[in-house]
């Protein structure tokens, strides 16, 4: 079973980044719902321990809480730098940011979304680790991240509008299968949160 960890645990530099990005969250009138949502996520599901991928990006302890972060952060420096995401708010994006990838925790924690592989028999014997560092659980209800991210947002933090909620189910982009009914259908906040995810996988995270 994986294991839950609680906020003061994470190390100091992560804690640090991760408390900045929630403070941005100023609205009095959404705020109690916000705090609602960022309790659920850390006390109930594996959002500051799962992996952010299988062994792909970051696929280690803190991965996608780590990922999160730098989503979010470059969804500000994108905001603040390009005139037409400017009106888009704080509270938006930290949303969608922090949030966008929350099914990848797992429903609950009797259901993590990914769980640590286990070395073969034959790796075992010639002292090698699995092959790769996590996989999917199989014993669970199978939902596309996106989807399921997008419901728990939607259950733990009901006021989201339908642009955050779009923003986050198609985060992958319109161009993948799943989501071509969307394509040239995509809000604003959508593709400042797709452009962001993209570049923060694929390069920052690299770094």
Avoid at 12 to 41: H, T
Avoid at 68 to 92: C, G, K, W
Avoid at 108 to 129: H, I, M, R, S, W
């Amino acid at each position: 079973m994986e294991i839950n960890i609680k906020r003061e645990e994470l190390p100091e530099g992560i804690k640090s980044e991760y408390e900045k990005i929630l403070i941005r969250f100023k609205d009095p009138e959404k705020l109690p719902y916000f705090n609602n949502l960022v309790r659920f996520a850390e006390e109930y599901t594996y959002f500051l321990s799962a992996p952010a991928s299988t062994k792909f990006h970051l696929s280690c302890k803190h991965g996608l809480l780590l990922h999160s972060l730098s989503v979010t952060s470059l969804m500000f420096d994108m905001r603040d730098t390009r005139p037409y995401f400017s009106d888009i708010s704080d509270e938006s994006i930290v949303l969608t940011g922090l949030f966008h990838d929350l099914g990848k925790a797992g429903e609950d924690l009797e259901n993590p979304y990914y769980v640590e592989c286990e070395p073969t028999p034959k790796q075992k014997a010639a002292g090698y680790g699995p092959s790769q560092p996590y996989k999917m659980n199989e014993m669970k209800v199978k939902f596309e991240h996106a989807h399921l991210s997008a419901l728990m947002i939607a259950k733990y933090y009901p006021i989201a509008t339908w642009e955050e909620l779009q923003a986050v189910l198609i985060h992958d982009g319109a161009e993948r299968l799943s989501n071509q009914d969307y394509v040239m259908k995509e809000c604003k906040l959508q593709t400042l949160l797709h452009h962001a995810d993209v570049e923060s996988a694929k390069w920052v995270e690299l770094e």
